[in-house]
């Protein structure tokens, strides 16, 4: 196969290590470099598929400052494959900045479909499926309270990614805007050995959550408004 230089967005297992694609190891063997949020996350992962490739740090807090050295990397001839820590770069991790600059710069762009933890969370809930809408984490501080105002009107299933930590706080936030007998599921260390959903109105998950120590990172979907 004649070698191509672009960029590669490649999924890597949000949990089960068996959701690799043959495609994705192939293409992380075949890349000039692999750009990786975590080197050392990724490193276990490369090493699990026998796949020896160089790595290159390319995170949140550096990617302002590499995005253009990758791309002229790739214009000149190289193939450089991007992954996240888990799931499909770009979707609440790093991949965003590099993506929009290789448009900008008529650079070819492939992304692999593949693991991510918002589809399955969703699927499993049983809320609609048919319109949805994907908020990531909400936002910490400024613009939090505006922001759930807003989507106390959404008719979509709604989708959240939360950390443990920030859980119950999250879900009582919601219960507040949104009442609290809103229909919602919570899941959490999706494809893992511990994989959980809890499903209920958001009282009930709270209460849930309250009484068990949450554990492991969460996607919430919860209900729209109706109709």
Not at 17 to 42: G, N, P, S, V
Not at 72 to 81: C, W
Request: charged fraction near 25%; charge should be neutral.
């Amino acid at each position: 196969m004649t070698k191509i230089n672009k960029l590669y967005l490649v999924p890597t297992p949000v949990g089960n290590l068996e959701d690799m694609t043959f495609r994705a190891i192939r293409l992380l063997k075949e890349a000039d470099l692999i750009l990786a949020e975590d080197t050392r996350a990724t490193g276990f992962l490369l090493n699990h598929f026998e796949i020896r490739n160089k790595m290159l740090s390319h995170h949140k807090f550096n990617e302002h400052q590499t995005v253009e050295g990758i791309v002229l990397r790739i214009k000149a001839g190289e193939s450089i494959a991007l992954v996240s820590d888990a799931g499909t770069p770009g979707i609440s991790d790093p991949g965003f900045l590099l993506v929009r600059e290789c448009v900008k710069q008529g650079v070819e762009i492939e992304c692999l479909p593949g693991a991510t933890a918002l589809i399955p969370a969703l699927v499993n809930s049983g809320l609609p499926t048919d319109r949805f809408s994907f908020e990531g984490f909400l936002p910490q501080k400024k613009g939090r309270q505006t922001r759930l105002k807003e989507l106390s009107e959404e008719t979509r299933t709604l989708i959240f990614y939360e950390s443990p930590f920030r859980i119950v706080k999250t879900l009582t936030q919601l219960a507040e805007y949104l009442g609290e007998e809103r229909m919602a599921s919570a899941s959490r260390e999706i494809s893992k050995l511990y994989e959980q959903t809890v499903r209920g109105c958001l009282k009930e998950l709270i209460s849930h959550f309250t009484m068990n120590e949450p554990k492991g990172e969460f996607v919430l979907v919860v209900a729209g408004k109706k109709m």
